[in-house]
């Protein structure tokens, strides 16, 4: 697997990207999202990444927000709210948001991480047609 760099990462994109496996320890402070594909880049000179890993570790604070029927719910993890897919992702300086439907409730979801470590792995890339 190749590494994106953190030039690279403020360049990456999900455009409605199906989440195939999503693991979230809170009590390790980790979360390992696998995804089908990703982009590199403004589409039609972008670059779509295949097989993507994704890892936030050590983050500070965890905020999930489920959507429902204009109310806001903020949830614990007393249950799992994984991600069928990432429609939104962005970066700041010390917080990765991410953003799609739940996988299983199907509710517009909002993972707010802030602070730890992000790193996303690739298995390989193919220019946008």
Request: hydrophobic share 35%; net charge negative; charged share 25%.
């Amino acid at each position: 697997m190749k590494h994106l760099s953190k030039s690279e990462l403020n360049e990456l994109s999900f455009p409605d990207t199906e989440v195939s496996d999503f693991q979230l320890d809170a009590s390790e402070r980790i979360c390992k999202i696998s995804c089908i594909d990703g982009l590199l880049g403004k589409s039609p000179k972008g670059i779509i990444l295949n097989n993507i890993a994704i890892e936030i570790k050590d983050y500070h604070s965890l905020i999930i927000s489920e959507f429902i029927e204009n109310h806001t719910l903020v949830n614990d993890f007393s249950q799992e709210f994984s991600l069928k897919d990432i429609c939104e992702f962005n970066l700041k300086e010390s917080s990765v948001t991410l953003k799609g439907f739940s996988k299983i409730r199907g509710f517009w979801t909002e993972y707010v991480f802030t602070g730890g470590s992000l790193d996303v792995a690739y298995e390989n890339a193919e220019k946008c047609i």
